[in-house]
């Protein structure tokens, strides 16, 4: 064979094996990326990440949401516990999910559950939906509008989630602090988002408090105090985490 034809082949050959090589993946990429979370207060968050925008509980400026800015935002997919004004409200741009089911949406699966809205099963606000869905490889639960007892059939349907999202400042439909740290020991999540909690003193007609009974409830779990954005890259290991956002 001529020097020149032996060399094209050691080339040629050279470059097929380099293609079957694998590559350097990025730090998460071969997991889903991650998400960022923006925070609206509230139980109000928006969660990009895995080619998706999710938008979770927006409000209208009312009640224990007044003074806040409205989250007016576009989302490919909002998730709602309810109609209600404070946690379904019609601000922001986007298909609306608020009744339990199974959808598929801009790429994701998303499972909605029934479940009661207060302590007195449903009987005086009704039906929330608690959520779950995958999003940037990160397993997600929305419990952000719910003071109802998770069941053992719900426990099943939500599983270990990679970060839950649950609001812990007590009143007629929020857990309080107490009953939230006995759902997220239940649930066992790497990262827990508490919501629905007041940051300043309650304005009139807001039975919602602060987020410190939760964070006593759950001594000696690390907690980091952020602002309004956060970034989570799986994995993110077995130990709990609350971030607590503004």
């Avoid at 938008?55 to 003074?67: E, I, T, Y």
């Avoid at 449903?122 to 939906?129: E, N, P, Q």
């Avoid at 954005?229 to 607590?244: F, R």
């Amino acid at each position: 064979m001529a020097l020149a034809a032996r060399s094209a082949l050691a080339l040629a050959t050279t470059t097929a094996l380099l293609t079957l090589l694998p590559t350097a993946t990025p730090p998460g990429r071969a997991q889903g990326g991650g998400v960022t979370i923006t925070s609206y207060g509230h139980s109000a968050l928006l969660i990009q990440g895995g080619g998706a925008r999710v938008l979770l509980n927006p409000f209208r400026a009312v009640g224990c949401a007044a003074g806040l800015a409205e989250p007016r935002v576009g989302a490919d997919v909002i998730l709602a516990s309810s109609s209600l004004r404070d946690e379904g409200a019609d601000v922001a741009s986007g298909r609306m999910l608020v009744k339990p089911g199974s959808y598929r949406v801009a790429g994701l699966q998303i499972e909605g559950i029934a479940a009661p809205h207060d302590r007195v099963g449903g009987k005086r606000f009704g039906l929330s939906t608690l959520w779950r869905w995958k999003q940037g490889g990160l397993d997600f639960a929305h419990l952000g509008g719910t003071a109802g007892r998770i069941s053992p059939a719900d426990k099943v349907l939500l599983g270990r989630p990679d970060v839950l999202i649950i609001g812990v400042g007590g009143g007629a439909k929020v857990y309080t602090g107490k009953e939230a740290a006995e759902v997220v020991r239940e649930l066992q999540p790497r990262r827990v988002i508490p919501v629905q909690f007041r940051s300043s003193p309650p304005s009139d007609g807001c039975d919602v408090g602060s987020a410190e009974p939760f964070l006593q409830a759950m001594a000696g779990t690390t907690v980091r105090r952020g602002g309004r954005t956060l970034s989570l890259v799986p994995p993110l290991g077995d130990s709990m985490v609350i971030e607590l956002m503004r």
